[in-house]
């Protein structure tokens, strides 16, 4: 597997505009003669989508809901990033681009988060004209706030639906051009395989979720934009039916699959309340400006938070980091969280939960205000719990959450299969080994408005416009749509008494437990020897009941958990190979004196990006150095 990245010459500032300008360019006639099929209609997907059908090229719009309104990205809550320095608190381009590669804990590409930072602006300027409500400041100005991990005031929100409001512009622009016919969209659809001839993404074969029927569709370039695969703990943030596949299937192909076991554990969610759930909730990390984190000083503390005094509180995350106090990264805060619940001083009836506490905030700004700020997340919390945050602390405790692993991308967005890119979640990104509150949705945009139309313009313009698209009818379609349909009925007839979520469920121990908020030698060992055996019971006991040729949910379900099965195994044999800690990566054998993170910059300043080598055969390992020539490697502190 050869991994040239494609950085750009010449100084950090000026790469991306440099390669704009070095870079083809379609003419708007020859642009209806290519065909782009998208995966996924979340914001990088939706933004992509309706940002290619306005420059006229043919685009096919995939996603599994049965609208893009639905797409998990409107589940983003606290905001969304950019360099504007509207407070004049020292912002720039430049610091967002070192908060990041900080953040990240120094293993991110120095060219693809600096091209991040830069785009950020435009984006702000982009929702703002399609009427994304930002909240604004009482003189109208836009308003913004601080996130884990930075100083300065940088993130835009729209109280806690930023996510949906920004979902929302993104669907408009792209009902726009579905109307207008240079997007065809397929709700209710899912990718089952890439098809790829001669290492060159030629189309997807896909199933229609309603009627069961398995279709194949050609295009000149693939794009995935499936999002993260932080379900494979089968409880997290996200929504159920997040899954890998897509992007599984992509690396069983040739496509390289970079940093896996670089999971973020959130550190602001509602606690689990029982075995029945499905999954967590997630509270935005905004709360953490105006909420302040502690737990008893004593062990096994049972009494109710107003009872115990403020002497006798440990607002941990101030003592640990008075810099940065509550706004300590995200990676930071989760490890703080299960240290001082490991101890035994955490809160609730599990003992698995540290408070979040307004009183303070409250009595200092008043109520109305902090109603202003975060009401309708107040609102969720209330529901759920029965507990009301204006009158006592929220409880939170870390799970998981954002995956900064994925394909391998070059500095234009494409995997190492030619004419397949990957953008937002599903690419090993912009983010490192751990990402800043808020970044998610800034990478999704940047990538789906601003940098993909750019490269893949690049490629296509490459091909030519006498290129023919492959044919359905060719040997590979046939091929591909032949082993999922084989993979389809093999599920079907297997007839065993273990349900899917059971599979799902014990997948999901053994993952959080081994390879969870930390991991250690022996417990990813373990994993890797018990993934395999689960895997092989999946194949010989699961019943999934119904049929191919209709609605049929069990079925969907079993391919994403068969999917999950392999790649548990890939995030573990990643995990125990990164022999150091970094970000959401953290080796209990590798820690400081103080138990943070000890980086191995000597050894494994790279991306690991994974060879797929055969079915229950060990991946090839290969690895792209990461240099830095403007940020100094420093060991992270907000101390």
Excluded at 461 to 490: C, H, M, Q
Aim: proline residues 3%; hydrophobic residues 35%; aromatic residues 10%.
């Amino acid at each position: 597997m050869k991994l040239d990245a494609k950085i750009p010459d010449g100084p950090i500032q000026e790469k991306w505009s440099n390669h704009k300008m070095a870079m083809r360019l379609v003419n708007p006639a020859n642009k209806r003669k290519y065909k782009v099929i998208i995966i996924g209609s979340g914001l990088a997907g939706a933004s992509a989508a309706a940002t290619m059908g306005e420059l006229g090229y043919n685009v096919d719009c995939f996603c599994f809901q049965d609208s893009p309104r639905r797409a998990h990205s409107i589940a983003a809550q606290g905001g969304i990033n950019a360099a504007k320095n509207y407070p004049g608190d020292g912002d720039s381009i430049y610091r967002l681009f070192y908060d990041t590669v900080k953040g990240g804990d120094f293993r991110s590409r120095e060219a693809n988060v600096y091209r991040l930072a830069q785009v950020s602006n435009q984006i702000i300027d982009h929702c703002v004209a399609q009427g994304v409500p930002f909240a604004r400041e009482y003189g109208g100005l836009l308003d913004n706030r601080s996130f884990g991990g930075a100083l300065v005031s940088r993130t835009f929100y729209a109280r806690g639906q930023t996510g949906q409001q920004l979902l929302i512009g993104a669907y408009q622009a792209l009902s726009r051009q579905i109307a207008a016919g240079s997007v065809k969209m397929h709700t209710r659809t899912e990718m089952l395989d890439v098809v790829v001839k001669d290492n060159v993404a030629k189309g997807v074969v896909i199933r229609n979720l309603v009627t069961g029927q398995i279709e194949s569709h050609s295009a000149d370039a693939v794009v995935l934009a499936t999002g993260g695969y932080a379900n494979v703990f089968y409880l997290s943030t996200n929504a159920m039916g997040c899954n890998v596949t897509a992007a599984y299937r992509a690396y069983k192909k040739g496509a390289g699959f970079a940093n896996p076991c670089y999971t973020q554990i959130h550190p602001t969610c509602i606690p689990v309340s029982g075995d029945h759930q499905s999954k967590l909730t997630l509270m935005s990390e905004s709360l953490r400006n105006d909420g302040r984190v502690w737990v008893s000083k004593e062990l096994g503390d049972k009494r109710k938070a107003a009872d115990i005094p403020d002497d006798e509180r440990d607002y941990y995350l101030e003592r640990k980091y008075p810099s940065f106090g509550n706004l300590a990264p995200r990676d930071i805060a989760s490890r703080s969280a299960k240290e001082v619940c490991d101890e035994g001083r955490g809160v609730g009836n599990t003992g698995l939960g540290v408070y979040l506490d307004f009183r303070d905030s409250i009595a200092r700004l008043g109520e109305d205000t902090i109603s202003a700020r975060y009401g309708n997340l107040f609102d969720m919390y209330q529901r759920i719990t029965a507990e009301n945050p204006y009158k006592q602390p929220m409880r939170i405790y870390p799970a998981p959450h954002y995956t900064m692993g994925g394909l391998w991308v070059d500095y234009n967005l494409m995997s190492t299969i030619d004419g397949l890119y990957v953008i937002g979640e599903a690419n090993f990104s912009d983010h490192g080994a751990n990402r800043l509150g808020a970044s998610a949705l800034m990478q999704g945009l940047a990538d789906g408005y601003f940098v993909l139309p750019q490269t893949i313009a690049d490629y296509l313009a490459k091909l030519g416009t006498a290129n023919e698209r492959l044919p359905i009818e060719d040997k590979a379609f046939i091929e591909t749509e032949e082993a999922v349909k084989d993979r389809v009925n093999t599920l079907l007839t297997i007839n065993g008494d273990r349900t899917v979520d059971s599979f799902h469920k014990e997948l999901g121990r053994i993952m959080w437990e081994n390879c969870g908020m930390s991991r250690t030698k022996e417990g990813l060992e373990t994993a890797i020897e018990e993934i395999p055996v689960l895997r092989k019971e999946f194949w010989e006991n699961v019943k999934v009941n119904g049929s191919s040729a209709d609605f049929n949910i069990s079925l969907e379900k079993a391919g994403r958990v068969a999917d999950f099965l392999e790649f548990g195994e890939l995030m573990c044999r990643d995990a125990l190979a990164r022999e150091e800690s970094a970000g959401g990566h953290f080796r209990e054998e590798h820690q400081t004196d103080e138990g943070e993170a000890l980086r191995n910059d000597d050894d494994f300043c790279h991306a690991a990006v994974w060879e797929y080598q055969g079915d229950d055969a060990v991946p090839n390992r290969h690895v792209e150095e990461l240099e830095f020539e403007n940020v100094k490697l420093a060991t992270r502190s907000y101390k």
